[in-house]
């Protein structure tokens, strides 16, 4: 095996295992326009995770973990509460509150540590190429529980999520299904910051499935694009990152961005031509600007 491979399989299994499940749930949250919901729930997990640090406890570690994960579920009952005063406050502005708190708690957190920038650092990008393959191993099987529930309960989860008018939303039992889907969410989230952190989670949860949408309305469809994406953006992004010395998870997130600007001009002009076919079809002019 050449170096390179021995390098970046680690971390490009651990691309296609975070794009397996954030992938699925950014469709999810997309439907449920609450979009910086994953962002502010990896925030609050890196301040879990800071916190353990500022009490002696090594990163990386079950103790570290249980710390952001413990963390993450009380952001996660937060979520779920607020989503029943939605008609008064927009969901979007408990969430975009609860980031801004986590974030700058977590810098203030980090000034009391001996090493706090590169806290700062690897909370915000992560370390990919430091994954092994039992971390890589750990967290897909945790996947793999977590979706297997998902699969069961999909029908209640998407209509909580797409059926917009559902009278079960604003009831006890509707916040109960939702508090289970966010504390879900919270071991997805807690999982993932742990090997990529904050923006690299973001980018893998929602740029998969805005892309997606640009092109299919069918679910299905939208999750199989969403995979593709993921893992030719992986692929992509280390490559880059070893081939120029980048840093890993930075180079993987603009690489989810350029992806992206790929996808809406390509999307537009679907739209253009697809309009004027019509127009052709009808023996009318397009419109203006179409």
């Known amino acids: 095996m050449s170096l390179e491979l021995q390098i970046l399989l680690p971390a490009f299994l651990a691309c296609l295992v975070l794009t397996a499940f954030l992938a699925y749930l950014g469709l999810h949250v997309l439907a449920r ?30 103790e570290s973990y249980v710390w952001s994960l413990l963390f993450t579920f009380a952001g996660a009952a ?7 005063l939605r008609k008064r406050v927009p969901q979007e502005a408990f969430i975009g509150i609860t980031y801004a708190v986590a974030a700058a708690t977590s810098i203030l957190v980090a000034n009391f540590l001996a090493h706090g920038d590169e806290e700062i650092k690897e909370i915000l990008v992560g370390s990919l190429l430091t994954v092994s393959l039992k971390d890589v191993g750990v967290t897909a099987l945790i996947f793999a529980a977590l979706g297997a529930f998902h699969f069961a309960m999909r029908h209640r989860f998407i209509a909580l999520s ?18 289970a889907f966010y504390l879900t969410f919270g071991v997805v989230i807690a999982s993932s910051v742990q090997m990529a952190g904050v923006l690299l989670v973001f980018s893998f949860l929602i740029v998969p499935a805005v892309f997606s949408a640009l092109f299919s309305r069918r679910l299905g469809v939208r999750l199989a694009l969403a995979w593709a994406l993921g893992a030719v953006v992986s692929a992509g992004g280390l490559w880059s990152s070893f081939k120029f010395d980048l840093p890993t998870g930075a180079t993987v997130v603009v690489t989810f961005g350029v992806a992206l600007l790929l996808g809406v001009l390509a999307a537009v002009m679907m739209a253009r031509k697809g309009k004027a076919a019509e127009a052709a079809v ?9």
Do not use: Y
Request: aromatic share 8%.
């Open 33 to 62: 326009e609450v979009i910086f919901v994953d962002i502010a729930l990896a925030q609050i997990a890196a301040l879990g995770t800071a916190v353990a640090s500022l009490r002696g406890v090594e990163p990386h570690t079950t």
């Open 78 to 84: 937060l979520f779920a509460l607020t989503r029943g």
């Open 162 to 179: 797409f059926d917009h008018d559902s009278p079960e939303h604003d009831t006890w039992k509707g916040i109960l299904w939702d508090l």
């Open 282 to 290: 009808s023996g009318s002019p397009p419109a203006p600007g179409s």
